[in-house]
């Protein structure tokens, strides 16, 4: 089980972490929630149909990995229709998508925040089928970002990664994409029937 996602017989994953792999998966999912942002939660008492129309911006994110992240529906640049288009749809959709995205981020943090280390300050932490997709989307996500980082923008680009020399400032984020890409994938595989 060490470094890769495995079933459990009666549903979900499980994978055993290290004390430097905890805290570099909690550090990670933190500064995710740091990314994306608070959000504008509604209050207790507000009316939840009004919630339900609330907007959200229509202008992209200016950062790219944010850009990565809440991506564009329609290619703007194509006419002033579509960027319309695009501003509508993100106007409508993207407050959602960033709550799905601070949900999947807080499940990180709270699971890990509840693992019992072992002697070794390891421990094996255990998802159920619907951690396992909170803890999907937040893998999916970190790697996004972090892909936008390093400018990986194609499979060509991602195996150069894996020839860096030790010295290359990039080496440890490098390592974190490579990693999360195999947490990522292990998870995939035990979530298939």
């Not at 960033?98 to 019992?116: N, Q």
């Not at 932490?125 to 990986?152: M, P």
Request: hydrophobic letters at 40%; proline letters at 7%.
């Amino acid at each position: 089980m060490a470094g890769h996602f495995e079933a459990l017989p009666r549903g979900g994953a499980a994978v055993a972490l290290d004390e430097v792999e905890i805290a570099i998966l909690r550090s990670l999912a933190v500064q995710l929630l740091e990314l994306i942002g608070p959000g504008d939660e509604p209050a207790e008492d507000a009316d939840p149909l009004a919630a339900l129309f609330a907007e959200g911006p229509s202008e992209p994110p200016a950062d790219p990995a944010l850009a990565r992240l809440f991506p564009e529906a329609y290619a703007s640049e194509e006419s002033d229709e579509l960027r319309a288009k695009s501003a509508e749809f993100r106007r409508f959709t993207e407050n959602d998508l960033r709550a799905r995205k601070r949900t999947d981020a807080l499940a990180v943090v709270h699971g890990l925040d509840a693992l019992s280390p072992k002697g070794d300050g390891g421990a094996v932490l255990k998802l159920t089928a619907e951690d396992s997709q909170h803890w999907l989307g937040a893998l999916n996500d970190l790697r996004l970002t972090i892909g936008t980082r390093l400018d990986v923008t194609d499979e060509e680009e991602s195996e150069e990664l894996y020839r860096l020399p030790d010295d290359d400032p990039r080496k440890p984020m490098v390592m974190a994409y490579l990693w999360l890409g195999v947490l990522q994938e292990t998870l995939i595989e035990t979530l298939m029937p």
